[in-house]
């Protein structure tokens, strides 16, 4: 049996469009993923629009950063999504090194 790694995960969910739902600073989300990378500061991250679950600030619908390291019960679901999102750009200046991305 492979075991996939994190990041093999978090890209086949872009690449296949995959919604995908995790737990992050103890609050469950629910996101479609667009970009992994790496930040200046040396963390994988993952640029996701969260479409539903729990948010502190309330705000839904457009592209967030989210920390590996903090991102936790990682399931990639069986529900497309369509990468409609206006405002992604897939060369993403929050990462300095892009690892896989969805296209424009």
Known sequence: MKVLTFETL?????RTRVVVEF???G?????HPYC????RKGQ???RAVQIAGESRSGA???GKL???SKIRNLLLTEENFTAD???YNPDDEALVRIHCRIEK
């Open 66 to 68: 989210w920390t590996f």
């Open 44 to 46: 994988d991250s993952l």
């Open 60 to 62: 839904l619908g457009y």
């Open 85 to 87: 999102d206006p405002e």
């Open 36 to 39: 992994h990378g790496t930040t």
């Open 23 to 25: 737990d992050y600073d």
């Open 10 to 14: 978090v890209c086949k969910a872009i």
């Open 27 to 31: 609050l469950h989300r629910v996101v």
